[in-house]
């Protein structure tokens, strides 16, 4: 158990809709990253955020937000799903800024039917 | 250019034999960490080693080494004495700028699956 948490485990929902996927970080660490993890295109970094400021942006679409907030959760918002939005969706959480090791949640898996 | 290649198959490994699971990086920056995830059918990426491009010694996590040879910029994974509980896919990433912090995110390769035999 990494100590990064995840919730849904799972989410299953159609075209067009919102989603929105929550991730608590390892007591402690003050940054997190969202990577999303598809068959095609492999594991991909998306956006950081690092004590409640957006830190760094990845292959991350418009249609997709985030944002952590003062607890240090972290919450990815993903809307006007399309059926190339399905993929297992990875939270990650490091202690600080450099250097450290990214530990990774158990992710979520959306299906966009 | 790949940053992380990792081209070998599938790969079969005998329990409790050793195996040698390839990655080849490419970067310019002189820091950056290499880092080795493994993630089992169940979907979890597990963190198992990592190395630093400063680092004097190979990384050792337990029956995880990392055989590093930096000129020919290769970063390898060694599971030593195989367990049926190995079998998974393994991926090899790299964060450059690895001391500044201004490079915050982790290039993956596409992953090798490792089989363990019984």
């Known amino acids: 158990d990494s100590g990064v948490t995840q919730t849904p485990k799972h989410l299953i929902t159609a075209t067009g809709q919102r989603v929105t996927l929550r991730c608590s970080p390892r007591?402690?660490?003050?940054?997190v990253y969202w990577y999303q993890q598809s068959l095609d295109q492999g594991l991909q970094f998306l956006i950081q955020?690092?004590?409640?400021?957006?830190?760094a942006k990845g292959n991350i679409l418009e249609r997709f937000s985030a944002q952590q907030f003062p607890d240090l959760h972290s919450e990815l918002n993903l809307s006007s799903l399309e059926l190339g939005d399905s993929a297992l969706y990875f939270c990650?959480?490091?202690?600080?800024?450099?250097?450290?090791?990214?530990?990774f949640g158990p992710g979520t898996r959306l299906l966009v039917l | 250019a790949q940053k992380i290649t990792q081209t070998q198959p599938g790969m079969f490994v005998q329990e409790k034999e050793a195996v040698t699971l390839d990655c080849t990086y490419d970067?310019?920056?002189?820091?950056?960490?290499l880092f080795w995830y493994k993630q089992p059918s169940s979907g979890e990426m597990i963190f198992l080693i990592y190395?630093?491009?400063?680092?004097?010694q190979n990384a050792t996590e337990g029956r995880y080494s990392l055989n590093f040879q930096k000129a020919r910029k290769s970063a390898n994974l060694v599971i030593s004495a195989s367990q049926l509980g190995d079998s998974a896919m393994y991926f090899c990433?790299?964060?450059?700028?690895?001391?500044?912090?201004?490079?915050?995110?982790?290039?993956f390769g596409k992953g090798i699956t490792l089989s363990v035999r019984p």
């Open positions: 990650a959480s490091s202690s600080g800024l450099a250097g450290e090791t990214q530990y």
């Open positions: 007591s402690g660490d003050l940054s």
């Open positions: 955020y690092y004590n409640g400021e957006e830190r």
């Open positions: 970067t310019s920056d002189p820091s950056y960490g």
């Open positions: 190395q630093g491009s400063y680092d004097q």
């Open positions: 990433a790299m964060r450059e700028d690895f001391l500044t912090g201004a490079n915050s995110k982790l290039t």
